[in-house]
């Protein structure tokens, strides 16, 4: 990876305190586990950024080598990879999603 | 791919692990799995998942992967058993 990819990516993922990597966007989600994410921080009421993946082919690939996680969604806070819908349905479902984003 | 070649390939990563594998939607390429491992111990979730990532990398990622999406639930087996 380029270091120009490589600061593009930390810079993308610092334009939110609560980022999330997707697949489409909050308001049209393109695939089922994105959209889930969106739901549960929806339910939180804590506001968040996205960026939409499959417009940023090179952003894609390069976010899965950055952060060794191959898979979208990818859900950021302070910048420190929080997980993809698995962990983020079970973060919420433990009660433990709202102090980690209000933290 | 089949269930049997996704567990297999997390097996050859975490030996001791007990992995179960669902084809969710009969294609070959949506799946739900369970890993019960030691190696889980004292790590965190994307620790966790990464470690499984990593044994299935080639299959994940790439305009041929055959893996379009792969749930993960872990556990170690001191978790596995109060569940």
């Given at each position: 990876?380029?270091?120009?990819?490589?600061?593009?990516?930390?810079?993308t993922i610092a334009r939110g305190r609560v980022m999330l990597f997707m697949k489409g966007n909050p308001a049209m989600p393109q695939c089922g586990f994105?959209?889930?994410?969106?739901?549960?921080?929806?339910?939180?009421?804590?506001?968040?950024?996205?960026?939409?993946?499959?417009?940023?082919?090179?952003?894609?690939?390069?976010?899965?080598?950055?952060?060794?996680?191959?898979?979208f969604p990818q859900l950021y806070v302070d910048g420190k990879l929080i997980g993809g819908a698995d962990i983020v349905r079970d973060l919420h479902q433990?009660?433990?999603?709202?102090?980690?984003?209000?933290? | 791919?089949?269930?049997?070649?996704?567990?297999?390939?997390?097996?050859?990563?975490?030996?001791?692990?007990?992995?179960?594998?669902?084809?969710?939607?009969?294609?070959?390429?949506?799946?739900?799995?369970?890993?019960?491992?030691?190696?889980?111990?004292?790590?965190?979730?994307?620790?966790?998942?990464?470690?499984?990532?990593?044994?299935?990398?080639?299959?994940?990622?790439?305009?041929?992967?055959?893996?379009?999406?792969?749930?993960?639930?872990?556990?170690?087996?001191?978790?596995?058993?109060?569940?």
């Amino acid at each position: 990876m380029t270091d120009e990819l490589r600061k593009r990516i930390a810079d993308t993922i610092a334009r939110g305190r609560v980022m999330l990597f997707m697949k489409g966007n909050p308001a049209m989600p393109q695939c089922g586990f994105s959209a889930s994410v969106v739901g549960i921080l929806k339910q939180t009421g804590v506001p968040f950024d996205s960026y939409n993946i499959l417009a940023d082919q090179e952003l894609r690939e390069g976010l899965k080598e950055y952060s060794s996680w191959p898979t979208f969604p990818q859900l950021y806070v302070d910048g420190k990879l929080i997980g993809g819908a698995d962990i983020v349905r079970d973060l919420h479902q433990k009660g433990e999603l709202t102090k980690i984003l209000a933290s | 791919m089949t269930p049997d070649d996704v567990r297999s390939r997390i097996q050859a990563a975490l030996p001791d692990a007990d992995v179960s594998v669902i084809d969710t939607t009969g294609g070959g390429d949506h799946f739900d799995a369970t890993v019960v491992s030691a190696a889980f111990s004292g790590k965190g979730a994307v620790e966790r998942h990464r470690l499984i990532y990593a044994a299935l990398n080639d299959a994940i990622t790439g305009p041929r992967a055959p893996i379009h999406a792969l749930a993960l639930t872990t556990a170690t087996p001191e978790e596995y058993q109060r569940k």
